[in-house]
């Protein structure tokens, strides 16, 4: 069945410091992937998506490309910030004939540092 | 105004009571969720509505029991609460369109607390 796969956490970085976080997917048909951000106390919110095969989303200073030959979606940052820090899950979701159906990963928590 | 909201935020009681959550969303979506999130942060998916008719049933004991009213809301209902139900709730919504996904947009989060 379709399923997300993404990197076990936590994670702890210094301010400034580089972040991948790596995804992979298993699906038929033509998913749409998705980066979501939940923040201490708050609930899931969209940080950036793609809906085909080398979109590339991005937001807030983060990215990632949807790859098809890989299978991945991995959420990278340049220059982390204490701000940042929060849990961060990959999804993808399918279009059926009853409606959108989302799958998640489990979740990597991101410590960042001063 | 708040796209997707949840009532109560928090919620303590003890086992063996009986306990509702409320979502109402405005954004017109015609999809509406329940999520459970338990300690380790995993997201769950427990059910799923699409214009007020059930689409998504997990393996959910019959303990939970959503209720749809209309589009805009989707409650849940949870008898003789256990322990194993402490956990956070999340209630989501998306505009379907055949062929493409929308993306889900969720409510804050109820906590609940069973004692």
């Known amino acids: 069945g379709d399923s997300v796969t993404q990197m076990e956490g936590p994670v702890t970085l210094s301010e400034e410091a580089f972040l991948t976080i790596n995804c992979t997917y298993t699906?038929?048909?033509?998913?749409?992937l998705f980066w979501y951000v939940q923040y201490p106390g708050e609930g899931l919110q969209l940080l950036l998506k793609a809906t085909k095969a080398d979109d590339k989303g991005s937001n807030k200073g983060f990215e990632a490309t949807y790859r098809k030959e890989t299978t991945s979606f991995h959420l990278e940052k340049g220059s982390v910030q204490v701000s940042d820090s929060a849990v961060y899950f990959c999804?993808?979701?399918?279009?059926?004939?009853?409606?959108?159906?989302?799958?998640f990963g489990t979740g990597t928590s991101l410590t960042v540092i001063p | 105004d708040t796209a997707v909201s949840q009532t109560p935020k928090y919620l303590v009681t003890q086992m063996g009571n009986d306990k509702s959550i409320k979502c109402e969303q405005n954004l017109g979506h015609d999809t509406m969720y329940w999520y459970k999130q338990d300690s380790k942060k995993f997201l769950k998916i427990m059910f799923s509505y699409n214009n007020k008719e059930l689409i998504i049933n997990e393996t959910v004991p019959n303990r939970f029991s959503p209720k749809s009213p209309d589009k805009a809301h989707l409650n849940l209902h949870i008898n003789s609460l256990e322990l194993g139900d402490s956990a956070v709730y999340f209630c989501?919504?998306?505009?379907?369109?055949?062929?493409?996904?929308?993306?889900?947009?969720f409510g804050e989060g109820s906590r609940l607390t069973v004692l």
């Open positions: 699906a038929t048909g033509y998913p749409s």
């Open positions: 999804a993808l979701s399918k279009s059926t004939n009853t409606g959108n159906q989302f799958y």
């Open positions: 989501a919504s998306s505009i379907w369109t055949s062929g493409a996904t929308g993306e889900l947009f």
